[in-house]
């Protein structure tokens, strides 16, 4: 009885081990089937999805003005001090005082990607971009001013 | 003569085994008593990656606190989300619209799906099989890509929000999702072929690491560890969140015990995870995916307690609130803790090599046990 048991056990490993073998010999013959990414060579035909969450960006238009009101939304809605939203005074045409943004000062290296910031802006102020690449040698390099120079804020957005 | 388990007297061995596990980098090491090659004692040491998650919670909104959690348990952040979610919305009585509780059980089952490849990968590896890591790899990217699509995210997708989902699906996603069913049904048995049937990993999973469902439920174990003997456990089933009450769905037993009863049991529950899926993409229904709610939500004073089956087992929340913007304090029940605690008793007396084995077979996510 136990000889019966034992070549039947040997048996069936050696069906068992020739199974998993069979896989083995069919990917080695289709090459087609493996998937790998060559990162970073393939950087130029990478594409990200449109809603990767890489960095908190503020898009600008062709006359450098953004959205931002500077109403301190997505600095509240963020879970980690990432935004600081520094406002100031502007004189309006008719001469009236108006608050509006002086710097977003974005700390990306404190950023999770949440997400959080820009549900949370009313005027759709700031987006994801879809950067990835982040290091840097010197960790100030992390910390950016979300609006550019100079800019405005868009005509109509209250 | 025979020593007794449990205790070290002169002449054990005492030694450190590190990191063993991907998931375990260096932040589990666990102190075995050896006599000779047997097992007498195992003691977890845990502490390195302590970032007091449940205190930080406390400084946080309904909103914000939410997206913490992904980062305990990451293989099952959308599982978590949804405990935490859930349980504001129990406290604040939120109606949910059918889209996203539609959405949100979709995105649930992805997850253990993925959760549970990365975990088959692992395990296998664990044993001495290179190949199959990068085949569990392949199809997790499937999975990966379409959260990526939708949520912005591979990992800590922090896509759901009290009242419903954050972002609406993408257009791809439903296409998506049916050729991952396809892909999914091939490879599956390309799994059993590779893994379940082989000798050398039966051999070194069945009868070892076994816990009786008596001892299991002592140690608080939940989920696939706690199936694994036998015993019937999993939320969906027995406290039905969401929609799971209205779906159809096996929930999976085995009752050896054993490394190969938990290993039997995730392979079986990818399938019905699949079963999920195919009941639900075709019947999305159209509507809002996220219900209207406050900008700043206050839950009322008062406890609550809601909990969700994720990967590992019984996830739970529990929130106390004093009627302020941030919860007054928070507890999360993880269930990688209860199964880690029963490592000790399932190992005495079996031989260090079978630790391996055992260890796999729990499925640990660290950050969820020491958070
Ligand atoms: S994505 Fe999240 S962490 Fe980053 S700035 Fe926005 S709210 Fe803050
Ligand atoms: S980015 Fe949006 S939320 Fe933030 S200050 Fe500007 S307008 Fe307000």
Same mark, same amino acid.
């Given at each position: 009885?136990?000889?019966?048991?034992?070549i039947?056990?040997?048996?069936?490993?050696?069906?068992?081990?020739?199974?998993?073998?069979?896989?083995?010999?069919?990917y080695?013959t289709?090459?087609?089937e493996?998937?790998t990414?060559?990162?970073?060579?393939?950087?130029?035909?990478?594409?990200?999805?449109?809603r990767?969450?890489?960095?908190?960006?503020?898009?600008?238009?062709?006359?450098?003005?953004h959205?931002?009101t500077?109403?301190?939304a997505c600095e509240?809605?963020?879970?980690?001090?990432?935004?600081?939203?520094?406002?100031?005074?502007?004189?309006?045409?008719?001469?009236k005082?108006?608050?509006a943004?002086?710097?977003l000062?974005y700390?990306?290296?404190l950023?999770?990607?949440?997400?959080?910031?820009?549900?949370?802006?009313?005027?759709d102020?700031?987006v994801?971009?879809?950067t990835?690449?982040?290091?840097v040698?010197?960790?100030?390099?992390l910390?950016?001013?979300?609006?550019k120079?100079?800019?405005?804020?868009?005509?109509?957005?209250? | 003569?025979?020593? +007794?388990?449990?205790?070290?007297?002169?002449?054990?061995?005492i030694?450190?085994?590190?990191p063993?596990h991907?998931a375990?980098?260096?932040?589990?090491?666990?102190?075995?008593?050896?006599?000779? +090659?047997?097992?007498?004692?195992?003691?977890p040491?845990?502490?390195y990656?302590?970032?007091s998650i449940?205190k930080?919670?406390?400084?946080?909104?309904?909103?914000?606190?939410?997206?913490?959690?992904?980062?305990?348990?990451?293989?099952?952040?959308?599982?978590n989300?949804?405990?935490?979610?859930?349980?504001?919305?129990?406290?604040?009585?939120?109606?949910?619209?059918?889209?996203?509780e539609?959405?949100?059980?979709?995105?649930d089952?992805l997850?253990?799906i993925?959760?549970?490849?990365?975990?088959?990968?692992a395990?296998a590896?664990?044993l001495g099989?290179f190949?199959?890591f990068?085949?569990?790899?392949?199809?997790?990217?499937?999975?990966?890509e379409?959260m990526?699509?939708?949520?912005?995210?591979?990992l800590?997708?922090?896509?759901?929000?009290?009242?419903?989902?954050?972002?609406?699906?993408h257009?791809?996603?439903?296409?998506?999702?049916?050729?991952f069913?396809i892909?999914?049904?091939?490879?599956?048995d390309?799994?059993?072929?590779?893994?379940t049937?082989?000798?050398?990993?039966?051999?070194?999973?069945?009868g070892?690491?076994?816990?009786?469902p008596?001892?299991?439920?002592?140690?608080?174990?939940?989920?696939?560890?706690l199936?694994?003997?036998?015993?019937?456990?999993?939320?969906?089933?027995i406290?039905?969140?969401g929609?799971?009450?209205?779906?159809?769905?096996?929930?999976v037993?085995?009752t050896?015990?054993?490394?190969?009863?938990?290993?039997?049991?995730?392979?079986?529950?990818?399938?019905?995870?699949?079963?999920?899926?195919e009941?639900?993409i075709?019947?999305?229904?159209?509507?809002?995916?996220?219900?209207?709610?406050?900008?700043?939500?206050?839950l009322?004073?008062g406890?609550f307690?809601?909990?969700v089956?994720?990967?590992?087992?019984?996830?739970?929340?529990?929130?106390?609130?004093?009627?302020g913007?941030?919860?007054y304090?928070?507890?999360?029940?993880?269930?990688?803790?209860?199964?880690?605690?029963?490592l000790?008793?399932?190992a005495?007396?079996?031989?260090?090599?079978?630790?391996?084995?055992?260890?796999?077979?729990?499925?640990?996510?660290?950050?969820?046990?020491?958070?």
């Amino acid at each position: 009885m136990f000889i019966t048991n034992y070549i039947k056990d040997v048996f069936g490993a050696l069906k068992s081990l020739a199974v998993g073998l069979k896989r083995t010999g069919y990917y080695f013959t289709h090459h087609k089937e493996i998937i790998t990414e060559q990162y970073p060579d393939n950087r130029d035909t990478l594409v990200m999805a449109d809603r990767f969450k890489g960095e908190v960006v503020m898009p600008h238009n062709e006359n450098n003005e953004h959205k931002c009101t500077g109403c301190t939304a997505c600095e509240l809605a963020c879970p980690n001090a990432t935004i600081k939203v520094i406002t100031k005074f502007d004189i309006t045409p008719e001469g009236k005082k108006k608050k509006a943004i002086d710097k977003l000062v974005y700390h990306l290296e404190l950023c999770t990607m949440c997400n959080l910031c820009v549900v949370a802006c009313p005027s759709d102020a700031i987006v994801m971009a879809q950067t990835f690449e982040h290091s840097v040698y010197d960790r100030s390099e992390l910390t950016k001013v979300l609006n550019k120079p100079d800019s405005k804020i868009m005509e109509g957005i209250e | 003569m025979v020593e +007794e388990i449990g205790t070290t007297t002169e002449g054990d061995l005492i030694i450190n085994v590190g990191p063993q596990h991907p998931a375990t980098h260096g932040v589990l090491h666990l102190v075995i008593t050896l006599n000779g +090659e047997t097992i007498k004692k195992i003691e977890p040491h845990l502490g390195y990656i302590h970032r007091s998650i449940e205190k930080m919670c406390e400084s946080l909104t309904y909103r914000q606190f939410i997206y913490v959690t992904s980062r305990m348990d990451y293989l099952s952040a959308h599982i978590n989300n949804h405990a935490c979610a859930l349980c504001v919305e129990k406290g604040m009585q939120i109606e949910v619209p059918a889209r996203a509780e539609v959405i949100r059980v979709l995105m649930d089952e992805l997850t253990r799906i993925a959760s549970h490849e990365l975990w088959w990968g692992a395990m296998a590896m664990d044993l001495g099989a290179f190949t199959p890591f990068f085949h569990a790899f392949r199809e997790r990217e499937a999975i990966n890509e379409i959260m990526e699509e939708t949520c912005g995210a591979r990992l800590t997708m922090n896509y759901m929000v009290p009242g419903g989902v954050m972002q609406d699906l993408h257009p791809d996603f439903q296409r998506k999702v049916k050729e991952f069913i396809i892909l999914f049904k091939r490879k599956i048995d390309e799994y059993d072929e590779l893994v379940t049937g082989n000798i050398i990993f039966q051999n070194r999973m069945k009868g070892i690491g076994y816990i009786s469902p008596e001892d299991a439920i002592a140690y608080g174990c939940s989920g696939p560890v706690l199936r694994g003997s036998g015993v019937s456990c999993d939320v969906r089933k027995i406290y039905p969140y969401g929609i799971y009450g209205q779906l159809n769905f096996e929930e999976v037993l085995e009752t050896a015990g054993d490394s190969f009863a938990r290993y039997m049991i995730r392979i079986r529950e990818m399938k019905q995870s699949i079963r999920i899926i195919e009941q639900l993409i075709d019947n999305i229904p159209e509507g809002d995916f996220v219900a209207k709610t406050k900008a700043v939500l206050k839950l009322p004073k008062g406890e609550f307690y809601t909990r969700v089956e994720t990967a590992r087992g019984e996830f739970g929340v529990y929130i106390v609130s004093e009627g302020g913007t941030t919860p007054y304090r928070i507890k999360f029940r993880s269930p990688g803790f209860s199964n880690l605690s029963a490592l000790d008793h399932m190992a005495r007396g079996s031989k260090l090599g079978d630790l391996v084995a055992m260890m796999g077979t729990l499925d640990l996510v660290i950050p969820d046990i020491d958070r």
